[in-house]
């Protein structure tokens, strides 16, 4: 069936690391969007990123459609970088809804 | 830069009754959507609505839940009696054409007696 799946489902980092989230998923998609969940619940948009790569300040990420993942890139990690990260995709011919995963839970220690 | 908003941002209300969140999307947006998140867990898809009328819907979506586009401006979801297992975070948002980017509004954390 239709599945996105998040690794690691949870990571501790200290502040000034390094870090790679991956997103994969099942079939062919229109549309797939990170987004960064705060402690408040707010879900802000990272990136929209069906292929290709993008660069946001120490943000990047890369979606390889024809092999269904997609990579997020935290860089310098800060203590504000902590909370969820989902991924959540936009399959083909499923109906322009989003389709969330399980989401990566970031924690980044001083 | 435009932004989607909800209200309120917090409700709580009696096993049973009626509630009605509220949207503004982005002004010239024409896709709609409401998801919603139980704590701890993933967030799922409930609507999409275009052109006044629901475009999909998920089994949760049940007979239970509407949306209306009451005016030029705001977006609602009805949930008619609810129930306790309706406490969540529910999520509007707004994108200007199928398949482009969804902007998400701050949501409204509904718990339910």
């Known amino acids: 069936g239709i599945q996105v799946e998040q690794s690691p489902p949870d990571l501790i980092l200290q502040e000034g690391a390094n870090s790679t989230l991956r997103c994969n998923f099942s079939?062919?998609?229109?549309?797939l969007q990170w987004f960064h969940q705060n402690p408040w619940g707010q879900l802000i948009n990272l990136f929209y990123?069906?292929?290709g790569t993008k660069q946001n300040g120490r943000l990047s990420a890369t979606t390889v459609a024809t092999e269904r993942y997609s990579l997020l890139y935290i860089s310098s990690s800060q203590t504000t970088d902590s909370g969820v990260y989902f991924c959540?995709?936009?399959?083909?011919?499923?109906?322009?809804?989003?389709?969330f995963g399980t989401g990566t839970q970031l924690k980044v220690e001083l | 830069e435009p932004e989607v908003t909800q209200t309120p941002s917090h409700q709580v209300t009696q096993m049973g009754q009626e509630v009605i969140l509220r949207c503004v999307p982005i002004?010239?947006?024409?896709?709609f959507y409401w998801y919603r998140q139980i704590l701890g867990q993933k967030v799922e898809f409930l609507v999409s609505f275009y052109n006044n009328e629901i475009s999909e819907k998920s089994e949760i979506f049940d007979d239970q839940f509407s949306v209306e586009r009451p005016d030029g401006s705001n977006f609602t979801l009805k949930i008619r009696s609810t129930k306790l297992e309706d406490s969540a975070m529910y999520f509007c948002?707004?994108?200007?054409?199928?398949?482009?980017?969804?902007?998400f509004g701050p949501g409204t954390r509904l718990l339910v007696l």
């Open positions: 079939d062919s998609v229109n549309n």
């Open positions: 002004s010239n947006h024409l896709y």
């Open positions: 990123i069906p292929s």
């Open positions: 948002a707004s994108s200007i054409r199928t398949e482009e980017t969804q902007y």
């Open positions: 959540a995709v936009d399959f083909t011919g499923g109906g322009n809804k989003l389709t």
